[in-house]
Every structure is written in C-alpha cells, then in structure tokens.
C-alpha cells in the first residue's frame, strides 16, 4: 500500500472546500471598487498581492469585469508600470460580483 506524500495530504483535506476568509481577489476587487486605483507597487505594499497582474486578469477573464489600464512612471523605474482602475458602468457589475463572494463565502461557514 503507498504512503500518502505531505502534500497529497493537503490537497485531500482542502478538496472541493470555499476559503472563507477575504481572498485576494476580493481583496483586490473591493480596493478598486471602494478605494482606488493600484499598480503593482501599491498592490504589494498595501494588499500583499505581488502578482497583480494575475489577479487583475482573473477578474477581467473569470467575472467579467471591465478593468481599465493606464502606463505610468514611477519614481527611477525605467520601464512604466501599469495602474489599474475600475471606471463607470463596469463599477456597478465589480460591486456586484463582490456581493456575489460575500454570498458564497457565508453560505460554506454556515
């Protein structure tokens, strides 16, 4: 019989279960929406997120948010970053989905 490795341990225990603390993509989403814009800096130093990209992506790709992009300079850097934002009508549907994590986060934790 083959032993369980540490890490098919957690994979098994974590299976087909919703975090339901804030996540980072609910972290990030409700920065945008209620806050302000971010690039990746801001995101790192604020939110602990050091893939913004990543996040921002999801949010575009898997909720269907319109995010706004927008190169800039910052400080020395040679290479301007991008900062993200949410604009108009596409605020309305990121507030939305983020009412839409709060509801399946306390559905699990009932």
């Given at each position: 019989m083959k032993k369980a490795t540490r890490s098919e341990e957690q994979g098994s225990q974590s299976h087909g279960q919703i975090i339901t603390e804030p996540t980072l993509i609910a972290a990030v989403l409700e920065h945008l929406v209620f806050t302000a814009s971010l690039n990746k800096y801001e995101a790192a130093r604020e939110l602990g997120d050091w893939s913004l990209h990543s996040t921002i992506s999801s949010l575009a790709n898997d909720y269907g948010i319109t995010i706004t992009r927008t190169k800039e300079r910052v400080g020395k850097c040679r290479q301007p970053v991008t900062r993200y934002s949410?604009?108009?009508?596409?605020?309305?549907?990121?507030?939305?989905?983020?009412?839409?994590m709060g509801r399946k986060a306390k559905k699990v934790a009932a």
């Open positions: 949410i604009a108009g009508a596409a605020r309305y549907h990121a507030r939305d989905v983020l009412v839409t």
